[in-house]
């Protein structure tokens, strides 16, 4: 385990890169670009439907799966193999599942450096103008992606106790 108290963004975003492209890849056969990551304080107000994830152990920290409408319905098409018109139960229940398979797999990259976590059950939100917060007082690590015309979002931020 490392002595800081907090990961590097680098670090956060290698993990959510890899992760977010293998869940894509086999689960969805869907392609996404990476694009530069970022750091930010705090989530800004919100759009759209974000799944939250949190982890705990030595370390605490949390990780968000962020997407617009138009992105879940198509991600939630591929995962119901139909056609989706608009956000339901099933395509919400969907966004909750990528979440925890990219941010499960983020997390076990990074237990190498933290040692082990427990991961809770996604809370999934959808609406507009909304924001997220946790617990956890460190910087977010934002790193997107371009899928087809769509952007979508995993944010991760992670400290020592």
């Not at 492209?21 to 990551?37: Q, T």
């Not at 139909?82 to 499960?104: C, F, K, P, Q, Y």
């Amino acid at each position: 385990m490392i002595a800081e108290s907090k990961l590097d963004t680098a670090t956060l975003a290698a993990a959510a890169k890899s992760s977010a492209e293998s869940v894509f890849s086999m689960m969805l056969a869907m392609e996404i670009s990476p694009l530069d990551a970022f750091e930010i304080a705090e989530p800004k107000p919100y759009d759209g439907v974000i799944s939250l994830v949190t982890f705990s152990g030595e370390w605490i920290g949390a990780g968000m799966f962020c997407c617009h409408e138009q992105l879940a319905c198509q991600i939630g098409a591929a995962m119901l193999g139909h056609h989706v018109e608009s956000i339901d139960a099933d395509v919400l229940d969907g966004i909750g599942e990528m979440a925890n398979m990219i941010i499960g797999n983020l997390k076990e990259q990074l237990e190498a450096k933290t040692g082990p976590l427990a991961l809770s059950i996604p809370t999934v939100v959808y609406g507009k103008n909304f924001c997220t917060r946790t617990a956890v007082r460190s910087p977010w690590t934002i790193q997107p992606f371009r899928v087809g015309e769509h952007t979508l979002e995993i944010c991760s931020c992670v400290r020592a106790l």
